[in-house]
């Protein structure tokens, strides 16, 4: 399994070459990439409801569905907001946003027909009128929902649930054996994803404008990318160890192959399949920990989301040179918080629900025009960020979140 690794960290490697020194030709290789991600969506919504109804039926008791549930989503809102003042406080100390020209901002599409945006479309988006639309459209969280109702009830079934807990168990394992599958073409995949992403992005200009883009906001890149490296590398390797005496490195390397596929993809949702994969297999954390945890966390635990969209709604006030109040910046920690536990696991998600923090505290939402260019680019160390913080917490709920009551 590890050569598997090392395969796919040489294909990023020669992609990024191939976007250097190709340019805009790199991109014909993005088809494969294409080919891979769609392969990964095709397995996500049997995955996901396989796995979970799997995972909950073997706690054996419903009460203890609950036990999990709550110190999950407890864990969770802990590591956002940690990731959120870790952000803040980096975006208040550097100050990207001074001397920026502003002028660069202009109305964005994607996010302007969201202007309505709010706490209860967010609360809302937990169910949907149709379970069978939900999966068409890959909208995983009302799925979640279904699969976590529906195994609780299996659970209470005792003697005439058993045909269906085998059957959800012997899914499951089919499933996860297509992962395997899968995974032996994550090297070309990612290679043909990142080549063709950053080849596209060198398509317009070549290099030196691509490199001019990156360096108009450099200080905003900067420090995304330091908070982002802050929270992964310090803030939870202590929450693992701490919680439970895992060695950071030994799991950071069981999920080399997921978080390379994060950012490759820049899709938490599409990620799934490797991060459970990651998390049971290569670091042994008990399957029903894991099956539980890693679904919802790959729709709702973003701690990279969250920092950035702190970082970004305060970045693009010191661009407009707009003073934020304390209380505002308080406003910006909890409604980013929201902002990411609203954002699904697609690509640049998160910059469609920062509206929620923008609209928070007045700022004009065409300020979101200063950091689209870049988007596309930070968003895959966040998505790789969300998907580390995910596997994090299937490691401390396994010690934490499993047994009593019985
Ligand atoms: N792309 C991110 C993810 O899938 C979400 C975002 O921050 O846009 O995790």
Known sequence: MNRLLVAIALAVVAAFAAAWFLEGDAARVGWLGELFLRALKMLIVPLVMFSMIAGITALGDVRRLGRLGGRTVGFYLLTSLIAVVVGTLLVNVVRPGDGVDASAAVTTDPVMDKGGLGVVDLILGFVSDNVVAS????????????????????????????????????????????????????????????????????????????????????????????????????????????????????????????????????????????????????????????????????TVNMDGTALYEAVAAIFIAQALGVDLTLGQQVLVVLTATLAAIGAAGIPEAGLVTMVIVLQAVGLPLEGVGLVLAVDWLLDRFRTAVNVWGDAVAAAVMERHGLAPPS
């Open 135 to 298: 999966m068409a459209n890959l909208d995983l969280l009302p799925i979640i929902v279904f699969s976590l109702a529906f195994g609780a009830a299996v659970s209470t079934l005792g003697e005439r649930g058993a045909p269906l807990v085998a059957f959800f168990d012997a899914g499951n394992a089919a499933m996860m054996r297509l992962v395997h599958w899968l995974m032996y073409l994550a090297p070309l995949g990612i290679f043909g994803l990142v080549a063709g992403r950053f080849g596209e992005a060198m398509a317009a200009g070549g290099r030196d404008a691509f490199v001019a883009e990156l360096s108009a906001v450099g200080w905003y890149v900067f420090t995304v990318l330091a908070g982002l490296a802050i929270h992964a590398m310090v803030v939870t390797p202590l929450l693992l160890w701490g919680l439970t005496r895992r060695s950071p490195l030994a799991y950071a390397r069981g999920m080399g192959k997921a978080l390379l596929t994060a950012f490759g993809t820049a899709s938490s949702s599409a990620t799934l399949p490797l991060t459970l994969d990651g998390v049971t297999e290569d670091n042994g954390v008990d399957r029903r920990a894991a099956e539980f945890v890693l679904p919802l966390g790959a």
